[in-house]
């Protein structure tokens, strides 16, 4: 069974900051890893996908890399602004034959501050 | 281009009453999911829709059911509501099963 681990939980820094989000999973025979954003009682908004032949993926200020290899992912955010801040979540898909189910298994999340 | 739309917004509803939640994919999309996120957790895959049949589910009893139509929109629909069943209900959508997935705004289901 597919797990996903989020570290930290939390985490609070100043705004400029350079930061790295973490992710590994248990299963390293997914087809694809995507990371998104989430604010308070709102849905989620995807912000990078990897597939599982790539090593990372890059949008604006954010770099999100993949090891399958060893079951894990980061994600690097630039800059940090206030308005960043939000949970962000990652999420695998597994292979089924040459593609996937699309079945999401997502980690608890890590809940970002950034704080002017 | 309209993305992920879900209705209604909230929902209170009475424990064992039932209740039937709405999901429209964005342009072009032809595959559903639905997940459930309690409080402080990561969203639970529920189940799938390609083709108007469920095609995985996920861990979730059987008074959890659902349907997709020709055009592709999705019910959640749950029976004997349990208090344990409050959380954001989230559709899902994308091309075909394997497709980058987008998620629509989110259902917040509360039982008391």
């Known amino acids: 069974k597919q797990e996903v681990t989020q570290i930290p939980a939390a985490l609070s820094v100043p705004e400029g900051e350079n930061l790295v989000l973490n992710c590994s999973f248990t299963d390293s025979a997914i087809y694809n890893l995507q990371w998104f954003r989430q604010d308070p009682g709102k849905g989620l908004t995807s912000l990078l996908l990897?597939?599982?032949?790539?090593r990372e993926q890059t949008s604006g200020r954010l770099n999100a890399s993949l090891d399958k290899s060893s079951g894990r992912s980061t994600l690097y955010i630039a800059a940090s602004q206030p308005g960043d801040s939000a949970t962000y979540l990652c999420a695998v898909t597994m292979r089924a034959g040459g593609t996937s189910y699309g079945k999401l298994t997502f980690g608890q999340g890590t809940i970002l501050t950034v704080h002017p | 281009d309209a993305g992920v739309t879900q209705s209604p917004t909230h929902l209170i509803k009475t424990r064992g009453q039932q209740v039937t939640l709405r999901c429209s994919p964005k342009?072009?999309?032809?595959?559903v999911s639905w997940y459930q996120q309690a409080l402080g957790q990561g969203p639970q895959f529920i189940f799938q829709y390609y083709e108007e049949e469920e095609r995985q589910r996920g861990n979730f009893p059987d008074r959890f059911s659902g349907h997709q139509f020709p055009n592709y929109s999705s019910e959640l629909n749950v029976n004997a509501l349990l208090l344990g069943d409050s959380a954001l209900y989230l559709c899902?959508?994308?091309?075909?099963?394997?497709?980058?997935?987008?998620f629509g705004p989110g259902t917040r289901l509360t039982v008391t």
């Open positions: 899902a959508s994308s091309l075909v099963s394997a497709g980058e997935q987008y």
């Open positions: 990897i597939q599982s032949s790539q």
């Open positions: 342009s072009g999309h032809d595959t």
